[in-house]
């Protein structure tokens, strides 16, 4: 399977994961997980969507094991920032426990962010931006 969609599947499942969580906050008017359903949804929905977009559109043949390790680290940081921030602000796991856990996820979304960068500048097509012809003048005669 394609990276672009294999990043659109997995943006879509955290899109599941964010909005379910985001209705089970309005029925039990309970909003303390808002942090985590804005992460789910920013991290997870948003960036794998914007990756996968990036790979259908700009990246011509990227080293492959970069790429793979590019979506491999950005989907484990992904689910850990989610299932810890969940933890976290359900009181089920105590701060200082899960504080190293989120920091190293963290920088692992950060790691996943340069490693796509290096593909575009490397990897990048030049041709992505669609060209916009301007418009003949009628000719006379």
């Known amino acids: 399977m394609n990276l672009d969609r294999r990043f659109l599947i997995w943006g879509l499942s955290y899109a599941t994961a964010g909005i379910v969580l985001g209705i089970y906050m309005a ?45 491999g680290l950005h989907q484990a940081a992904a689910i850990t920032i989610s299932v810890g921030l969940f933890l ?31 593909m575009v500048v490397r990897y990048g097509k030049g041709k992505a931006v669609l060209e916009v012809q301007e418009p003949r003048s009628p000719r006379a005669g």
């Open 27 to 71: 029925a039990s008017q309970n909003h303390g997980e808002f942090v985590t359903h804005a992460h789910i949804l920013l991290i997870g929905f948003v960036l794998s969507l914007v990756y996968g977009i990036i790979h259908k559109l700009w990246l011509e043949n990227p080293n492959r094991r970069v790429a793979n390790i590019q979506f």
């Open 88 to 118: 976290l602000y359900g009181n089920l796991v105590p701060a200082p426990v899960l504080d190293p856990i989120l920091g190293i996820a963290s920088a692992g979304v950060l790691l996943g962010m340069l490693l796509m960068l290096y």
